[in-house]
C-alpha cells in the first residue's frame, strides 16, 4: 500500500510563506504524477499545483506567481513553497499521487494564515 507523507504547514502572517513536504513509500518517479490540493471549510478539495513525471507543472491560477512545486530527488519527496501566503490560502493541504488509474492520498495538514 503506498503511504504518502507530509510535512510542513503551520500558522503564518499574511505575506509570509511556508514549505510543504509530501514523500512517498516509494521511488516518486513510479508515479504518473505528484500534487497538492486543499480544502477549505465549506468547499469543495481543488488543485494547487502539480507535476507529472516529465516534470511538466501545473498551478490553480489563485496561485500562479506566489506557489512553485518541485522535485527533491535527494529525499525523494515533491514540495510545495508558498509565498506571499494570503488569509484564503488557508485550508487542509493534501499531497495527491496517481499511479495509472489509483489516486493515494496524504492524511492532510493545515496552513493557518492570519491577516
Known amino acids: 500500500q503506498v503511504q504518502l507523507t507530509e510535512s510542513g504547514g503551520g500558522l503564518v502572517q499574511a505575506g509570509g510563506s511556508l514549505r510543504l513536504s509530501c514523500a512517498p513509500s516509494e521511488n516518486m518517479y513510479n508515479f504518473n504524477d505528484m500534487g497538492w490540493y486543499r480544502q477549505a471549510p465549506g468547499r469543495e478539495r481543488e488543485l494547487v499545483a502539480r507535476i507529472n513525471v516529465g516534470g511538466r507543472t501545473n498551478y490553480a491560477d489563485s496561485v500562479k506567481g506566489r506557489f512553485t512545486i518541485s522535485r527533491d530527488n535527494a529525499q525523494n519527496s515533491v514540495n510545495l513553497y508558498m509565498d506571499n501566503l494570503k488569509a484564503e490560502d488557508t485550508a487542509v493541504y493534501y499531497c495527491?499521487?496517481?499511479?495509472?488509474?489509483?489516486?493515494?492520498w496524504g492524511q492532510g495538514t493545515q496552513v493557518t494564515v492570519s491577516s
Open positions: 495527491r499521487a496517481t499511479i495509472l488509474s489509483k489516486i493515494y
